[in-house]
């Protein structure tokens, strides 16, 4: 179980690194892409900095795992980490849109325990710890109790839900949904945990920073979140990364589980 501050502090934390988000938003400041292709900000950087520094100093026996921080495998060897993305949806803070998030977890045992999602633009805390439930902004929060996939609110890439392959056998061609996207994966999760969204579906692999914070908030709002083929997620492994995330509400996600679970998909 997390200690019984821990959420408050991942809160503290994070709705002051929005503030600095906040300075770098719509302004100008270095931007560049990784060797991978994936942009970061100065202002990715500088949240990172802040977190890193706020929250080790508070837990220097927790591990530390951030996209923005050079991987150190002593992580492994901690049983109890911080699991951090400093912007989530980089591309949407790059064109001063609204959408991206600041994501911190605190994660036990490959679990995760406490999180803290920020949208700073918008004014949004979700917040969850284990066996405590789900809230926004304080509020309790409960994901969405729809079962059926048609008419369903969907935040998935509306192109590939389109693809043609979804027509041939064994695939089942997904009926008409309203489809939106988020550059953000952790707010997408977040979006479906207080019901603004039925569903939230990635067939792509997603980093343990993409995914943690929200993971916890979903599952304490009463959704499911899991891999494209059903299994549960499990964080802080030496790749820290997931094959594919799906979350929905309890009665749609087995729904959606019936379309997806026989697809095999590259871990990267």
């Known amino acids: 179980m997390p200690a019984p501050d821990d959420l408050d502090l991942l809160v503290a934390a994070v709705r002051e690194a929005g503030g600095i988000a906040r300075g770098f938003f719509g ?7 990784k060797d991978q292709g994936s942009p970061v900000t100065e202002a990715d950087l500088a949240v990172d900095k802040f977190l890193s520094r706020r929250l080790r100093a508070a837990r220097p026996d927790y591990g530390w795992l951030s996209e923005e921080t ?12 911080f ?35 920020y949208n700073p633009i918008a004014d949004e805390m979700f917040a969850a710890r284990k066996g405590s439930g789900a809230t926004m ?4 929060i409960h994901a969405s109790g729809r079962e059926e996939v ?4 969907m ?20 009926p008409p949904m309203e489809i939106e996207t988020r550059s953000s994966i952790a707010y997408r999760l977040a979006l479906v945990a207080d019901g603004s969204f039925d569903a939230m579906l990635a067939l792509s692999a997603k980093r343990d920073w993409d995914l943690a914070a929200a993971d916890i908030i979903m599952t304490e709002a009463g959704g499911i979140v899991t891999a494209h083929d059903g299994s549960r997620l499990s964080y802080n492994r030496p790749d820290a990364m997931q094959v594919s995330v799906v979350g929905a509400g309890p009665r749609l996600h087995p729904r959606l589980m019936d379309r997806v679970s026989h697809i095999e998909l590259p871990r990267r």
């Open 27 to 33: 302004g100008d400041y270095k931007r560049w892409s």
């Open 70 to 81: 050079e991987d150190d495998p002593a992580r492994l060897e901690r049983r109890t980490v």
């Open 83 to 117: 699991i951090v993305d400093p912007i989530d949806g980089t591309v949407a803070f790059l064109k001063a849109k609204p959408h991206f998030t600041i994501c911190a977890a605190v994660v036990e045992d490959g679990e995760p325990v406490a999180g803290a999602v």
């Open 137 to 140: 902004n304080g509020a309790p």
């Open 150 to 153: 048609e008419g369903c609110r």
């Open 155 to 174: 935040l998935a890439d509306k192109q590939m839900l389109m693809h043609a392959a979804w027509n041939a056998a064994p695939n089942i061609p997904w």
